[in-house]
């Protein structure tokens, strides 16, 4: 998870875009198993099946860094390059929803993204999701847009 975090073309479309080195990504693990025992929920490992190599992570988390849109729950991913452009980001965060909304009984997901970030965004419309709304980030500075799926909806497009 290192490689990816330290990677600037994939932490473009993170906060600031800094990259993260081993330490801070240490960090960030930790946090992300925190999430699992206080919230019910979190970050799942996505890994490739046929070689176990590590593509990334995605699942679920309360976005704190964005209060405007509490409370909820949000649906993020993040791969190395070399796994983009392959429908790895959709299949993962499709499995997130799904056990968001089947296990654990939310009533709505939201993912961010910021403006900009077509391939984000291309992922979300196709989660079903829709855009509710624009804002700042207060962590950066930056421009986001604020996709939304009720359980409502996932249940109406899920059967």
Sequence with gaps: MAAVNADPEVMRWIRDGSVRDEQ????GIQAWESEWESEGF??????IRSTGELAGFTG?????FLPEVLPAVEVGWR???SHWGQG???????????????ERGLERIVSI???????SERVMTKLGMQPVRE?????????????ELSSDEYLTTSR
């Design 42 to 47: 979190g970050l799942f490992a996505v890994e």
């Design 135 to 147: 804002t700042v980030s207060p962590t950066c500075g930056r421009q986001v847009r604020v996709f």
């Design 24 to 27: 801070q990504t240490r960090g």
């Design 60 to 64: 679920l988390s309360v976005p704190h």
């Design 88 to 102: 790895l980001a959709t299949e993962a965060a499709a499995a997130a929803v799904r056990f968001g909304f089947e």
């Design 79 to 81: 791969l190395g390059r």
């Design 113 to 119: 993204a910021q403006v900009g970030n077509a391939a």
